[in-house]
């Protein structure tokens, strides 16, 4: 079956930083794009960034500031990060991984088919 942990959030002051890490298994990584997806509170879901494992290439999501949160993979560890530096305080939401349903990325939910349960990103004044 196919698994997915996320970890390394937690709660930091403006303009701090976090990596956070999503081990899968279950699968090959380089033969999937993987996603991170984020929901605030009281907000709905929205992508953050989407990575082909791969190939490398990467999309970003549209309320994403480019280069305050780069996506990156290690495939010998089956592991994709999220790099979120400069952290403000609407960047506070529970934070998802997901595996696409392939190589392709996808901007929709339904474009994935493997959810983690998600780290959790406080982000304080």
């Known amino acids: 079956d196919v698994q997915l942990q996320a970890s390394g959030g937690g709660s930091v002051q403006t303009g701090g930083s976090l990596r956070l890490s999503c081990r899968v298994s279950?699968?090959?990584?380089?033969?999937?794009?993987i996603g991170w997806w984020r929901r605030a509170p009281g907000t709905v879901r929205e992508l953050v960034s989407c990575?082909?494992?791969?190939?490398?290439?990467?999309?970003y999501g549209g309320s994403v500031e480019p280069g305050r949160l780069t996506i990156s993979s290690d495939n010998a560890e089956n592991t994709v990060y999220l790099q979120m530096r400069d952290l403000r305080p609407e960047d506070t939401a529970v934070y998802y991984c997901a595996v696409a349903r392939g190589s392709s990325w996808s901007s929709a939910p339904n474009g994935y088919k493997y959810w983690g349960r998600g780290t959790q990103v406080t982000v304080s004044s």
């Open positions: 990575i082909n494992a791969g190939d490398g290439e990467t999309y």
């Open positions: 279950g699968v090959t990584l380089d033969d999937y794009a």
